[in-house]
C-alpha cells in the first residue's frame, strides 16, 4: 500500500464520520513494519492494534538488530508521540506465555505461533525464560506477569486479553489490578531479550 493508497483510506473514513457513520476508526497494526509507521503518520488513525508481549516487545521496547522476530521498531512510541491510541494484542502470544501447552477445552486446540517462532512448543519454551519473574515473587504465573508487562507500557491504551470462561476473565482483571509490573524487573527482561 503507497501513500496515496493510505490517503485514499484517510479520506473514505473522513467521509463516513462526516456522514455520521462512524465516529472512530483504527487500524490492525499486522503487516510489515515499515507499512505500519507510514500508515501511522499518513492517516493518523484514531487506534492502532499492535503486537506486544514478553517474547515479542518490539512495538515497546529497543531490540537488537538480530532479532529473530518481526522487529516493530517501537510502533507504540511512534503511535503515542502522533496522540494514535494504542490497542495491545496478542499480549498472551496465543497462550504460549501461559508457559503450558495445554490448551482449555473450548479454546482452539491447534494453534500457530502469532508474533514468533515456527512452532507454538517452541513459544512455550521461550516463555520458561520469564519464570524468574515467578521465583523472585513478583507474579503468581506466567499469565500475570503477561498482563501485567503488557500494561506496564506507557502509551497503551488498553490490551486485549484472550480467555476462554469467567474464571480466567477475573484472573485478568485481578492481575491487571496489581498495576505495572515493578520498573527493577525490566533490567533482567532486557537480558532475557539480549540473550534470544
Known amino acids: 500500500m503507497g501513500i496515496s493508497d493510505l490517503l485514499t483510506v484517510k479520506s473514505t473514513f473522513q467521509s463516513l464520520q462526516g456522514q455520521g457513520k462512524v465516529r472512530f476508526w483504527g487500524i490492525n497494526g499486522l503487516g510489515e513494519t515499515n507499512a505500519l509507521h507510514q500508515a501511522i503518520t499518513a492517516v493518523c488513525p484514531y487506534t492502532i492494534q499492535s503486537c506486544y508481549n514478553l517474547l515479542n516487545p518490539s512495538s515497546g521496547n529497543q531490540v537488537k538488530p538480530d532479532f529473530p522476530f518481526q522487529n516493530y521498531r517501537q510502533l507504540i512510541d511512534m503511535a503515542a508521540d502522533n496522540d494514535v491510541g494504542v490497542i495491545a494484542i496478542r499480549i498472551l ?104
Open 93 to 196: 502470544a496465543a497462550g504460549a506465555l501461559s508457559g503450558t501447552t495445554e490448551r482449555h477445552p473450548v479454546a482452539s486446540q491447534s494453534v500457530s505461533p502469532i508474533v514468533t517462532g515456527n512452532l507454538f512448543q517452541e513459544d512455550v519454551g521461550k516463555a520458561q525464560s520469564f519464570r524468574f519473574l515467578i521465583e523472585d515473587d513478583y507474579v503468581n504465573n506466567l499469565v500475570e506477569a503477561a498482563v501485567r508487562f503488557a500494561i506496564s507500557k506507557a502509551g497503551i491504551s488498553t490490551a486485549l486479553v484472550g480467555i476462554s470462561n469467567l474464571e480466567q476473565l477475573e484472573q485478568a482483571v485481578a492481575y491487571a489490578n496489581k498495576g505495572p509490573l515493578p520498573a527493577e524487573v525490566f533490567d533482567r527482561l532486557n537480558e532475557v531479550w539480549a540473550s534470544g
